[in-house]
């Protein structure tokens, strides 16, 4: 079980694996977090929060499919363990093409 802080509050959550993770937020924000848990919607501070950056995530990956989604070849859904050394490998080729660019 880990533990959650945000203003020195620490929360604890429940069968997931969790890092502390501290967020500076505005006066807005945070009276707008405070908000959504007064509602009901949300149990506590860190609900809010994880709800936040899953729809970021979603959003994100809807952004990709709109823009790769009928590509022919593109990748379909999460990226797995081949994409990531794919991705890694484009990166290195990149990085000593340009240090090769530079020593010249």
Same mark, same amino acid.
């Given at each position: 079980?880990?533990?959650?802080?945000?203003?020195?509050?620490?929360?604890?959550?429940?069968?997931?694996?969790?890092?502390?993770?501290?967020?500076?937020?505005?006066?807005?924000?945070?009276?707008?977090v405070k908000d959504q848990v007064g509602t009901g919607r949300y149990q506590n501070q860190n609900?809010?929060? !994880? %709800? @936040?950056? #899953?729809?970021? &995530?979603?959003?994100?990956?809807?952004?990709?499919?709109?823009?790769?989604?009928?590509?022919?070849?593109?990748?379909?859904?999460?990226?797995?363990?081949?994409?990531?050394?794919?991705?890694?490998?484009?990166?290195?080729?990149? !990085? %000593? @093409?340009? #240090?090769?660019? &530079?020593?010249a």
């Amino acid at each position: 079980m880990a533990k959650i802080a945000i203003d020195s509050q620490a929360w604890q959550t429940v069968g997931m694996k969790t890092q502390t993770l501290n967020v500076n937020l505005t006066v807005e924000l945070r009276r707008y977090v405070k908000d959504q848990v007064g509602t009901g919607r949300y149990q506590n501070q860190n609900e809010v929060v !994880r %709800d @936040a950056l #899953r729809q970021m &995530q979603q959003r994100e990956i809807g952004q990709f499919e709109r823009v790769f989604g009928d590509y022919p070849g593109a990748p379909q859904g999460e990226p797995g363990a081949h994409d990531a050394k794919a991705i890694r490998a484009a990166i290195k080729r990149h !990085r %000593d @093409a340009r #240090r090769v660019k &530079q020593a010249a």
